[in-house]
């Protein structure tokens, strides 16, 4: 082609003119017949016998079939990169030196730089962080040199441009010459760092759930307990008051009285602690502003750490309203505050905070039984002495503590952790031994003020004058209770009261009873929740529905600690509940007010 002709006749002109000869120029040509074809060209001068060119000399050597090789080569090498650059995983080879001779794409993005970047670099001097570098290295020579096997799969670390630690499963092999020599390294390596930090998260879920579950059992095991508890205790207080009231002032054991009372009592708090641990504790929750709470207790918690702990308190101003009982939740901050007092016994820093935080679904998934949404947050944290992971899984249950020579209950975080979950919240603690501690609890959001909400009458703190034979004599009492030790208690203490009592064994006898006496008969009527046959809910639902004209005096008592005082209502009228065990100045200041119309 004239193309070529004219290309070759400069070359040729520019040796004539330059005497600079042409060696192994390869050309791309086209046989006389048309065929392409690759020739190898050497060009040199010609000179005559005074120096001058005269002319040129030129051998060319076929070598189409050398050029298909090389082509051939040069796409299979494509191909065989495009494989490696496709790979999940990171390829690098590396020479005797540790220097990389390839690392593919995959290993590029992993290392965070490009690969003529990186070509001809210190592998471990890359790529390696500092603290494993030298062994890195020192095991690589072992392998080069044939000390050790380079056949093995081994788990280590990278570090990229960024200062990123990667975790990476490598596979190695050997690369030998000709001879068997070993000349470098081929490695595949599979980025795990995700995997295990996803490993370690679902660890750490199945953790929290087991230890949820465990306490949820115990919580289910306390509860059942606690019914058959309260029922005793109310028969040794309620007892040990008729014993007062029957002998007077001057009984030969009141003293003895005394103390059996008292044990009573200290073991019905000890109940009542349970209890908040298996979220079956009387609860009267409302609307609460949970930073004024705080600032109207945060005298008292000042005085409860003392001067050796600073008390920070930081609270958010735009803090959301939740709905809880405040006694309880004073309950909880008291618990946490005394807790990390003890934890502190050379004084410290103690920080109380508050804030809206909304929880996802990230944060649901590390955490079992928590619910998306919005939540205020109130954090209690210490600068104490730290717990480890062993004490950390069992804090919450109860009689569980690390306090020595038997100082402390062990309730007051298994009551911390009843309470919160009572009220659809969650906590959760963060610690570590000589680093402090951190509670969290969640309480969700009261999105809006709701109406109606049960104002429960403590009873325990009523202000009503015990009632007297002479007030009362002639009230007809009607007493429903399917436990007789109870019943009988509660029957000797109206009747030492004046009261006319008549009594039943379940609410079906109750209906009965009460129908025979006629309900206009009735000054009063205190029943047990929960009875075989029927409970005392449906024997009142029966009366109310037959009596619709009539006002019905209820008492309800209850051992059931679960039993809902804001279901004691029918139609709009709303019935008192007594919570056992109770004392008798308890149930008389009760049945007075009930009688009086300051009760429902």
């Known amino acids: 082609p004239e193309n070529i002709a004219s290309r070759l006749y400069s070359d040729e002109q520019e040796i004539m003119r330059t005497g600079v000869p042409i060696i192994q120029k390869e050309e791309h040509l086209f046989n006389p017949l048309g065929k392409e074809m690759w020739v190898s060209t050497s060009k040199v001068p010609l000179y005559d016998n005074k120096g001058n060119i005269v002319g040129l000399v030129g051998i060319?050597?076929?070598?189409?079939?050398?050029?298909?090789?090389?082509?051939?080569?040069?796409?299979?090498?494509?191909r065989i990169r495009q494989y490696l650059d496709i790979a999940g995983v990171i390829i690098v080879v590396l020479d005797r030196e540790g220097r990389i001779q390839l690392l593919n794409k995959k290993g590029c993005e992993i290392v965070g730089i490009g690969e003529d970047e990186a070509i001809g670099k210190d592998w471990f001097k890359l790529c390696k962080p500092e603290d494993i570098r030298y062994t890195a290295k020192e095991a690589f020579k072992r392998v080069i040199s044939g000390e050790v096997s380079g056949e093995e799969d081994y788990v280590n670390e990278i570090i990229n441009k960024n200062g990123e630690r990667r975790t990476i499963a490598w596979h190695n092999t050997v690369i030998r010459d000709e001879n068997g020599n070993n000349i470098g390294t081929l490695s595949s390596g599979e980025d795990i760092t995700e995997k295990l930090e996803s490993e370690r998260r679902l660890k750490e879920t199945e953790k929290k759930l087991e230890v949820s579950q465990r306490l949820e059992a115990i919580g289910r095991l306390t509860s059942g307990i606690a019914h058959d508890f309260n029922n005793l205790l109310s028969v040794i207080i309620g007892y040990s008051d008729l014993l007062k009231m029957r002998s007077g002032d001057n009984a030969p054991y009141l003293k003895e009285i005394?103390?059996?009372?008292?044990?009573g009592e200290r073991a019905s708090a000890l109940i009542s602690q349970?209890?908040?641990?298996?979220?079956?504790?009387?609860?009267?929750?409302?609307?609460?502003?949970?930073?004024r709470l705080i600032r109207n207790i945060e005298k008292i918690l000042r005085r409860t750490i003392g001067e050796n702990i600073e008390l920070i308190v930081n609270l958010d101003p735009d803090l959301a309203r939740i709905k809880a009982d405040p006694a309880q939740i004073e309950q909880v901050i008291m618990n946490l505050v005394v807790n990390a007092k003890h934890a502190m016994p050379g004084g410290g820093r103690l920080t109380i905070e508050t804030r809206n935080i909304y929880l996802d679904e990230n944060y649901v998934v590390e955490h079992p039984g928590v619910v998306a949404g919005n939540y205020v947050m109130l954090s209690v944290s210490d600068t104490g002495v730290g717990m480890d992971e062993k004490t950390k899984e069992h804090i919450f249950e109860p009689f569980f503590t690390t306090r020595k020579n038997g100082l402390g209950t062990g309730l007051g975080l298994s009551t911390v952790y009843g309470i919160v979950t009572q009220n659809r919240g969650n906590i959760w603690v963060y610690s570590e031994p000589g680093k402090g501690t951190v509670f969290k609890i969640y309480l969700p959001y009261l999105e809006e003020e709701e109406e109606g909400e049960y104002k429960a009458r403590d009873v325990k703190e009523g202000k009503v004058k015990n009632a007297t034979p002479t007030e009362w004599s002639g009230k007809n009492v009607v007493l429903v209770e399917d436990e007789d030790q109870v019943r009988n208690m509660v029957e000797g203490v109206l009747e030492s009261s004046g009261f006319k009592v008549s009594?039943?064994?379940?609410?079906?006898?109750?209906?009965?009873?009460?129908?025979?006496?006629?309900?206009?008969?009735?000054?009063?009527?205190?029943?047990?929740?929960?009875?075989?046959?029927?409970g005392g809910y449906d024997l009142i639902k029966n009366l109310k529905e037959k009596n619709r004209d009539k006002k019905i005096k209820v008492l309800f008592i209850s051992g059931y600690s679960e039993v809902d005082v804001s279901e004691m209502e029918f139609n709009g009228e709303h019935f008192t509940m007594l919570q056992k065990p109770f004392t008798a100045d308890q149930l008389l200041e009760i049945v007075g007010s009930i009688l009086k119309g300051h009760a429902g």
Request: charged share 35%.
């Open 503 to 534: 009594i039943a064994k379940n609410g079906e006898e109750g209906l009965s009873l009460i129908n025979s006496i006629g309900i206009e008969n009735v000054d009063l009527i205190i029943t047990d929740v929960i009875m075989p046959k029927m």
């Open 60 to 78: 060319g050597r076929d070598i189409t079939e050398k050029k298909r090789v090389e082509l051939e080569l040069r796409r299979q090498k494509d």
């Open 258 to 263: 005394e103390e059996i009372k008292k044990a």
């Open 274 to 291: 349970l209890l908040a641990f298996s979220r079956k504790q009387v609860s009267k929750p409302i609307r609460v502003d949970l930073n």
